[in-house]
């Protein structure tokens, strides 16, 4: 088992450091840095003097080491329009995406799983059809439209919520978030929900289909046989089973609902790291999009690191299979 | 001579029975779901429409001759300067929107197939690679392309867009490298399975070459899958292609696609000027549905005869 995570440890690794390798190759050799660094209005002497100062006059390898080394001490230059450290506004606008994405986990159970119990149990009935019609329009829908035309109607024409900004936020229990005023609360759903769209068809489709394989099987027979009442066969028996693939998907979305939370961002003007980062791409802020990149990828590569672990652990046979190759 | 009476003898008893052949077999297979059919009937009328735009529309949205700001955000229905009616009203800069949603449908399509094209065929000279030498050089390709698709495609556009910059050219790059590795996977994974069937092996046993043996007998028993993710992947770069334009680092203003279309919108919304964003959304969510649902179908009517 320790071999296999310190293996794994070690792909991750290699993983974070050809990212590292492409994003800063890709940033400096294939767009000119000069051209994004520099004020356009520069004469050349000042030219000259930010490039040394950049060190952009090194040869290409150093430079790299430099920005390794910056990265290794947790340093990925300053912003240059806000003039922070680009890590540090990233940690800083954290908190909002990941709790963006928390909700929209919550709300996809909480729409998905009633939805699909009732497709999975009356598939004939016609609700049943109008739901999976509905979660293939899920799926189809552009994200960034179905924003836009929730801002039309809950915003614009009824005036029940907020359009864009994230609203009060309060402190409770340690934790600093918008949950816990009503302010925020109103603020917060649309985004959510406009994130949530992908996933409550995903939870639908998989709910729907474990209740159709599981109610064939013995152990549900039994619990009817048993005489125990419908809700408990239900609410009970079927749920259990069919809430591992449930929940072993979505936690598998949650690195995909922060890489579309730009989108959502962008459209709610959520003050997130999604939105720092099309900001930042707008204004060609150089270090801001390098370090959001490289820890977005790091998200990822932890993400799967936990995700393989889990499977090993739960699951001898990836184990096995990995060290016979 | 000969060859021409056998063909007669043989035509002429079958001539009042429709012959079977595969095409035929696939088409009544296909247009047996009615959704299908009304989604094929649908993408086919879209293609047509917008490869007849400069014909049938009133206004060349790019033409600034025939663009008038005076026109600005007419509601649809009104009447333009110039005399024709605006059906689905203007945008903030004056240009008649059901015009510019069929050049802007144009331009979408066009990057969606470009990218798609290109995804494909690098994909499945990858995934050929792999499936066919096998061994190191099999397991580093299927490294990478586990390695990318553990990243959602548009982070990976995303990553390249801030790395290339803007414009269709780029863009059309981003969706390749965002989507190759799906063509890559489902090349491969084929590909095995049919080398390891017999004709494989006598095609092998005859001495033909190896370049016979990928492209005349493996590649051929390969497309079905291909078409199948080709579609739905051509559905998917479209509206990728969309939402980048939408974030403001896909295509140009001076290149409007739907989702520029609909970005300029966004502006308008607050105000209640709901036209400008909603109706090319319209057109680009029926696009993606249209191809998304022939694409499902094509899953279902090729996916059998894969099995046999």
């Known amino acids: 088992m320790t071999v296999f995570i310190i293996r794994r440890l070690m792909q991750a690794a290699v ?29 050349q002497a000042e030219i000259e003097r930010t490039i040394k100062a950049l060190g952009l006059d090194q040869p290409i390898h150093i430079q790299y080491l430099h920005f390794l080394g910056g990265i290794s001490e947790g340093d990925f230059g300053r912003s240059f329009i806000r003039g922070e450290p680009a890590l540090k506004l990233i940690i800083q606008h954290m908190p909002a995406t990941i709790e963006l994405a928390l909700v929209s986990l919550v709300i996809s159970i909480a729409l998905g799983i009633p939805l699909g119990l009732f497709a999975g149990i009356y598939p004939d009935n016609p609700i049943s059809r109008a739901i999976m019609a509905g979660s293939i329009l899920g799926f189809s829908l552009p994200t ?22 994230r609203g009060d936020t309060a402190v409770f229990l340690g934790i600093r978030s918008s949950l816990w005023t009503l302010d925020g609360l109103s603020h917060l ?20 289909a474990g209740v159709r394989e599981a109610m064939l099987q013995d152990y549900i027979k039994f619990a009817r046989a048993k005489g125990l009442s419908a809700n408990r066969v239900i609410g009970v028996h079927l749920l259990k089973n069919i809430m591992i693939p449930v929940v072993t998907v979505l936690g598998l979305e949650f690195g995909n609902l922060l890489a579309f939370s730009v989108v959502t961002e962008t459209i709610f003007a959520w003050p997130g790291m999604g939105k720092l980062l099309i900001d930042s791409l707008l204004q ?10 490289m820890i977005i990828v790091l998200i990822f590569v932890v993400i799967n690191l936990i995700v393989d672990i889990a499977y090993s652990l739960l699951d001898p046979r990836v184990r096995l299979k990995d060290q016979g190759t | 001579m000969s060859e021409q009476t056998l063909q007669e003898t043989a035509e002429e008893p079958q001539a009042p029975i429709r012959v079977e052949t595969p095409f035929r077999r696939f088409c009544s297979e296909f247009f047996e779901s009615k959704i299908a059919t009304v989604a094929l009937v649908t993408l086919v009328a879209i293609l047509s429409l917008a490869l007849a ?13 025939q663009v008038s700001v005076l026109d600005n955000l007419l509601e649809p ?115 095995l399975v049919e080398s390891s069937k017999e004709y494989i092996e006598a095609a092998r046993c005859l001495g033909l070459s190896h370049a016979r043996v990928v492209f005349r007998h493996v590649l051929p028993n390969c497309l079905a899958p291909l078409i199948v993710i080709g579609t ?30 609909i970005s ?39 996916n059998p005869r894969l099995k046999k």
């Open chain 1, 15 to 43: 993983v974070v450091f050809l990212m590292s390798l492409i994003v800063f190759f890709g940033v400096n050799v294939i767009g000119d840095p000069v051209d994004m660094l520099v004020n356009p209005e520069a004469d």
């Open chain 1, 284 to 293: 060609l802020d150089r270090p801001v999009v390098v370090a959001y990149l």
């Open chain 1, 189 to 208: 759903f649309m985004p959510a929900l406009n994130l949530a769209l992908t996933n409550i068809s995903l939870v639908i489709r998989l709910v729907r």
């Open chain 2, 77 to 191: 229905g009104e009447k333009a300067f110039a005399g024709y009616t605006m059906l689905l009203g203007s945008d903030g800069s004056g240009r008649d929107l059901y015009s510019a949603i069929l050049y802007g449908l144009r331009i979408s399509i066009a990057v969606g197939l470009a990218s798609g094209v290109i995804a494909l065929m690098i994909g499945t000279a990858i995934g050929l690679t792999a499936a066919y030498s096998g061994g190191r050089l099999d397991t580093l390709i299927m490294r990478a392309v586990d390695l990318q698709l553990s990243f959602p495609a548009v982070l990976i556009a995303l990553m390249l867009v801030a790395v290339l910059g803007r414009g269709i050219d780029k863009i059309i790059i981003a969706l390749v490298v965002a989507q190759w590795a799906y063509y890559a996977r489902t090349v491969r994974a084929t590909a």
């Open chain 1, 144 to 165: 960034f439209w179905v924003g836009l035309m929730m801002i039309m109607l809950f915003a614009v024409w009824l005036g029940w919520l907020p359009s864009t900004g």
């Open chain 2, 232 to 261: 739905v992947q051509t559905a998917s770069a479209i509206a990728l292609e969309s939402t980048l334009s939408f974030l403001g680092v896909g295509l140009r203003q001076t290149e409007p696609s739907l989702g520029v279309l």
């Open chain 2, 53 to 65: 735009a400069p014909w049938i529309t009133p206004q060349n949205p790019y033409d600034l001759a």
């Open chain 2, 264 to 302: 300029n919108g966004q502006e308008y919304i607050i105000s209640g000027r709901y036209w400008i964003s909603t109706f090319p959304g319209v057109a680009l969510l029926i696009t993606i549905v249209a191809i998304n649902l022939v694409g499902d179908q094509l899953r279902d009517v090729l």
